[in-house]
């Protein structure tokens, strides 16, 4: 018999997290503003999630979308978002800066690992945006980061399976590299056969119908490109099971 895959989930609320625990996800990484590709939930999500997983519970830590290069007033708010995780019993945080350059900011990865200690740490998808991915592993595991969360610098895991392969090969058991980023139930099997990894991540989402009968169809929130204002986007613990069974 071979290692057991650990799936993580990635989910956008409480409910979804809990939806994610129910059709047999091992972890979640919890997120706000999954359009902007995650960003740190609230204190009450973030909380009420703790409250409502057994299963592991990883908590992003980032403070907007764009780029992953920081001001010092947000790096002062992701180290009050680190020490919140922990205070509120989260088993890790998922965090990442680079420098201009596209190198991994070791110095300031460094203090948010250092603030997080004991929880877990995961390097997420801004080793996408790195210019040398050998390299940023390397810092990476030099700084004792338990995983990293990378699609291979492609668009999706299965076109940058091959990068992930050989950086789980020069990993060798130093961290762990999870594939990530357009993983579903149909090519999930091909990306662990392709890669060798032993985690994945992936978010399991779908849209329905909002519960709002009166609806104001002349106004929206937020900016001009936006999702459908009465949507929500759901996990169902049913396509989380698929996908599980899919990763064996």
Known sequence: MGRPIIF????????????????????VELCADLLEGGC??????IRLARERLTIGLHVIIRPRGGDFCYSENEMRAMAMDVEFAKEAGADGVVVGILREDGTVDT?????????????????HRAFDMTRDPFAALEALAALGIERVLTSGQEATAFEGADLIADLIARAAGR???????????????????????????????SSTDGRMRFR?????????LRPPEFALSV???????RLGAALG
């Not at 989910?11 to 939806?19: E, K, N």
């Not at 104001?216 to 001009?224: A, L, P, Q, V, Y």
């Open 8 to 27: 993580e989930a990635c989910v956008d609320s409480v409910d979804a997290a809990a939806a994610a625990q129910e059709g047999g996800a091992d972890r």
């Open 40 to 45: 740190t939930p609230s204190a009450g999500v």
């Open 107 to 123: 110095a300031r990865t460094g203090e948010l690992v250092r603030r997080a200690r004991p929880m877990a740490v995961t390097f």
């Open 175 to 205: 961290i762990i590299v999870m594939p990530g980023g357009g993983i579903t139930e149909r090519n999930a099997a091909k990306v662990l056969q392709r890669t060798g990894a032993t985690e994945v991540h992936a978010a399991v989402i």
């Open 216 to 224: 104001n169809e002349r106004c929206h929130m937020g900016g001009e």
């Open 235 to 241: 996990t169902d613990p049913g396509a989380i099971r």
